[in-house]
Nanobody
Framework: QVQLVESGGGLVQPGGSLRLSCAAS????????MGWHRQAPGQQRELVAE???????NYGYAVKGRFTISRDNAKNTVYLQMNRLKPEDTAVYYC???????????????WGRGTQVTVSS
């Protein structure tokens, strides 16, 4: 599996910004599809954003226009820039890595432990 370490979570006021980071190891990072998912208490885990090795990105409907995913292959790191945060963005945010065959076959891939993001005044 790919080992993933997330950082950057915390408490932020509505309308504020936060940047999450996820450092990967154990595989060739440049070949991985990377993504962010989130899960609020009592809710299903949902896709936030994902990015291919070529930099093509997909976003969940709830965050389109507010969040941006990016990657730095030289640092083996994927980022999630979160702007105009809302209370409903409060959740545990998880980093995910998929080798291409896992992505193509819709397999689970590797997951980080998650980092808490709380949006509240």
């Amino acid at each position: 599996q790919v080992q993933l370490v997330e950082s950057g979570g915390g408490l932020v006021q509505p309308g504020g910004s936060l940047r999450l980071s996820c450092a990967a190891s154990g595989r060739d990072f440049s070949l991985l599809v990377m993504g962010w998912h989130r899960q609020a208490p009592g809710q299903q885990r949902e896709l936030v954003a994902e990015i291919s090795s070529a930099g093509s990105a997909n976003y969940g409907y709830a965050v389109k226009g507010r969040f941006t995913i990016s990657r730095d292959n030289a640092k083996n790191t994927v980022y999630l820039q979160m702007n105009r945060l809302k209370p409903e963005d409060t959740a545990v945010y998880y980093c995910r890595a998929q080798e291409y065959f896992e992505y193509r076959e819709d397999r689970n891939g590797s997951w980080g432990r998650g980092t808490q993001v709380t949006v509240s005044s």
